[in-house]
């Protein structure tokens, strides 16, 4: 086989228009930013990671982590 070679077939789309009109993932209207402050508070720790003054409560994370862990034992049981 050399590198000319037509490997695959390629196949012809089949008959009739597009469903939409549109490609398969386009979006009919854009998304409007939410309107809880979820935006600029996500802004807020980048920029507090960028200046190195955001902090980690590891304590936190960690009981946060065995409350998923434990709860979902329990749904499970």
Not at 70 to 77: V, Y
């Amino acid at each position: 086989m050399t590198v000319l070679d037509t490997r695959y077939v390629s196949r012809v789309r089949m008959t009739g228009p597009a469903r939409d009109g549109g490609r398969r993932f386009n979006r009919s209207a854009p998304i409007a930013p939410s309107k809880d402050g979820a935006v600029t508070k996500v802004q807020q720790i980048r920029e507090r990671i960028q200046c190195g003054t955001y902090a980690v409560d590891s304590e936190a994370v960690a009981a946060a982590i065995l409350k998923r862990l434990l709860g979902n034992e329990e749904e499970a049981g």
